[in-house]
């Protein structure tokens, strides 16, 4: 798709929950659309996550300017603690909703473009609608997640009540986007229950993170084993229960052979570490600047992606299995759905189903013994997906074509 040419001195606002130092692509969209000569501001929280509290250097004001690489950002206040308490994530979802929102009827005017980046909850999205209904902007919300299908996955009970306020309130956020993107595939039958077939729904996947290959790796272990590594969030809906139990299900002979990795933080971890126990062959990491992630990748022999077994889960693409793919590893797909479509139809790696622990628990056991050229056979497709579906630079094209028309 040809890219459209560039009006000067043409302003967009980024509406995201999440920002710099927060690791998410929102981050390369920003600096792409500034270098590119567009005036690029960004209304976002105190940064926070994944950790649920404020980043070292940054006071938890109720709103303030900050300047990232020359990008102006708006900052509202966070509310913490929301890691274990599912009461101040909430909170944390309305605070951003009603602030944001008052930012946006005083300075929404003088913004010619709204890009959304929704990243879980769809309240996030309500400044931007304002925006839009205010002062007639175009806006685009790019879809990381799917409500309410996430809301009730998570453990709300789907009363009459909440499935009904639920679905008036997507209908109203998707109704007044301009245009909508969606990060997965199967995204697309889900949200046509709430979109009019008049407005497309654009696929435009994530992208693979930069990654330094040329650093060292990193010394997993003392001995040689097969190293298996989970890197990302540690929530309850990762799967890493299944996955430990798994694992620790091995035979010695095999537990002696292999290591399982797992690099990150989240509100589970404490759990995840509790049910590993005092087990020698599984090590916690802890959470790593993604800036230094490919050094356990370039030691790892296989990279795990997984999620609880639920249909919502079964579209959605985690943005993790793209860097996977970057880190040039086999893919252990324990998970049901488009990410495992993706690994198996273009040989990435092997799967497993993710509530089957007997399942999970064989397909350890074949890595293990799989030979090291039977795993290179995993990797020879990575550069094609890479150039194609999964293109940084043609995604973030397609993204301002439809924004910007």
């Not at 997993?220 to 989970?230: A, N, Y």
């Not at 693409?317 to 086999?330: G, N």
């Amino acid at each position: 798709m040809r890219l459209k040419v560039l009006t000067l001195n043409k302003k967009i606002l980024i509406v995201s929950e999440c920002f710099y130092p927060e690791e998410f692509k929102i981050n390369d969209i920003a600096l792409n659309w500034k270098d590119r000569g567009y005036e690029v501001e960004v209304l976002t929280l105190v940064p926070t996550y994944p950790k649920g509290k404020v980043f070292p250097g940054y006071k938890n004001k109720i709103f303030f300017k900050d300047i990232f690489q020359g990008i102006n950002v708006f900052r509202i206040h966070a509310v913490t603690g929301y890691v274990e308490s599912p009461i101040k994530k909430l909170l944390k979802y309305i605070n951003f909703m009603l602030i944001a929102s008052v930012v946006a009827i005083f300075k929404g005017r003088q913004y010619d473009y709204i890009f959304g980046y929704n990243l879980g909850s769809l309240t996030d999205m309500v400044p931007g609608v304002i925006i839009r209904k205010l002062y007639k902007k175009p806006m685009l919300i790019w879809v990381q997640d799917l409500w309410p299908d996430t809301v009730y996955a998570y453990g709300f009970r789907q009363t009459r009540f909440l499935s009904l306020f639920l679905t008036y309130f997507v209908k109203f956020i998707f109704k007044n986007a301009t245009y909508i993107a969606i990060s997965g595939k199967g995204f697309e039958s889900k949200l046509k229950l709430y979109v009019k077939d008049s407005k497309k729904l654009h696929y435009l996947p994530n992208w693979a993170d930069d990654l330094n290959m040329d650093l060292e790796a990193e010394t997993l272990s003392k001995d040689s084993k097969v190293h298996f590594t989970f890197a990302g969030n540690i929530g309850k809906v990762q799967n890493l229960e299944n996955i430990i139990n798994s694992f620790c299900s091995l035979p010695d002979e095999y537990q002696k052979r292999a290591q399982l990795n797992i690099v990150g933080d989240g509100s589970n971890l404490k759990y995840i570490k509790a049910l590993a126990g005092n087990n020698q062959a599984i090590i916690f990491y802890g959470h790593i600047n993604r800036d230094y992630m490919a050094k356990y990748y370039k030691a790892s022999d296989f990279l795990i992606i997984s999620l609880i077994d639920k249909p919502i889960f079964s579209v959605t693409v985690p943005a993790k299995i793209q860097t996977y793919i970057e880190a040039k590893k086999p893919i252990l797909a324990i998970i049901n759905g488009d990410v495992a479509d993706i690994v198996i139809n273009n040989n990435l790696g092997l799967y497993a189903h993710p509530s089957d622990l007997s399942s999970i628990t064989e397909v350890f056991k074949k890595c293990i013994d799989m030979p090291a050229f039977k795993r290179s056979k995993f990797i020879e497709n990575n550069d094609k997906i890479l150039m194609t579906t999964f293109n940084k630079d043609t995604i973030i094209n397609d993204l301002t074509n439809i924004l910007i028309t």
